[in-house]
């Protein structure tokens, strides 16, 4: 995550102290893609959280022209990570993002939508499921497997 405060100083790479910031900016200039892997390089993760006296930041703030691909997580998922690789490499293009620059692959679907409850609530029935009292419409269903038969 590159730092925007004292100069870039809370971040810096190599024998010539380069700045994160300095860094980034320099590798996406000649970049196809960069990859924003993880909170931090996302939207600045911890770091960024207020006072933020480190001006941490995403990478999106601090780069333009080059396609960026966000893959938030701390870790991020290693299947992921290499399907976006594996994608680029096979054909050249970046997969479908969504609007927060996610691949849709890995970020297009809720949890909920491949419950197996999912039959006994629809979201837009608005009907609250018989195994959860505590549902909240558009996150999902706190059931457990034996918590539909009480």
Known sequence: ???RSASGGYGTIGPAAKTF???VQELAAGAGAVIAAGSCA???GVPEASPNPTGAVGVTSV???TPVVNL???PVNPV???GLILHYAMTGQL???DSQLRPMFAFGNRIHDNCDRRA???PDAGAMPSCSPSWRPGIGCSCTPDSSSR
């Open 1 to 3: 995550m590159p730092s």
């Open 21 to 23: 910031l300095e860094e």
């Open 42 to 44: 996302f939207y600045g």
């Open 63 to 65: 780069i333009s022209g």
């Open 72 to 74: 938030p997580a701390c």
């Open 80 to 82: 992921n990570f290499v």
């Open 95 to 97: 997969p479908e993002l």
């Open 120 to 122: 006994h609530w629809e």
